[in-house]
């Protein structure tokens, strides 16, 4: 089973500052990974698929980088709706399994 | 646009087994590339995919989540459902119903999700 673990837990900024949130896999998984923001009460969005593709209305200051086993959600600069907890997500090329990091959690 | 909408019962009691079904609108359950599958979140916990089924009806599982979880598609009501049989009370969560498309690696469709709590 591959295992998805995100850094940090917590990462505490201001408005207008770079976000770097890591997702390490414990396998390769080319460009098999996404991202999710998650705000209270509300289900999870896809913002990254396929490692570094926005889905559809996601702005650019969100990309997706990386390759391997580690891989890197940058938020350029932080919009106040912007806060809230990151999920990344791999699936295994076949069978096609899926599964989640722990989250991190992008505060003021 | 598509939506995806849970419905179910809120309330399930240990032993028994948790069903809820998945109604999609605005799009065709039996299309090509999409797979349907479930995803839970326990009160204060991490997202966890428990499965998913292709349009073929071929069905996928985490192994992690033990035995006793089917995933099936009503094509005529355009539909789709999970059964987890004999819940415990780790088993309370909100399940989303969700759809992906191959060969994108992230689930782009999500419904709001329904709370399932567990307890006698």
């Known amino acids: 089973e591959i295992v998805l673990t995100q850094s940090p837990a917590t990462l505490s900024l201001s408005p207008g500052e770079r976000a770097t949130l890591s997702c390490r896999a414990t396998q390769i998984l080319g460009i098999n990974l996404a991202w999710y923001q998650q705000k209270p009460g509300q289900p999870p969005r896809l913002l990254i698929y396929?490692?570094?593709k926005r889905a559809t209305g996601i702005p650019p200051r969100f990309s997706g980088s990386g390759s391997g086993t580690d891989y890197t959600l940058t938020i350029s600069s932080l919009e106040p709706e912007d806060f809230a907890v990151y999920y990344c997500?791999?699936?295994?090329?076949?069978?096609?399994?899926?599964?989640f990091g722990q989250g991190t959690k992008v505060e003021i | 646009q598509l939506q995806l909408q849970e419905s179910g019962p809120g309330l399930v009691k240990p032993s028994e087994t948790l069903s809820l079904t998945c109604t999609v609108s605005g799009g065709s359950i039996n299309t090509t590339d999409n797979y349907w599958g479930w995803i839970r979140q326990p009160p204060g916990e991490a997202l966890e995919w428990i499965g998913s089924m292709y349009y073929t009806g071929s069905s996928f599982y985490n192994p992690s989540v033990r035995s006793g979880v089917v995933i099936s598609v009503d094509m005529s009501k355009n539909q789709f459902s999970l059964k987890l049989a004999s819940v415990a009370a780790r088993d309370t969560a909100t399940y989303y119903c969700v759809r992906r498309t191959r060969p994108r690696s992230g689930f782009d469709s999500w419904g709001q999700g329904i709370l399932v709590t567990v307890s006698s």
């Open positions: 396929n490692a570094s």
């Open positions: 997500q791999q699936r295994s090329n076949w069978p096609p399994l899926c599964n």
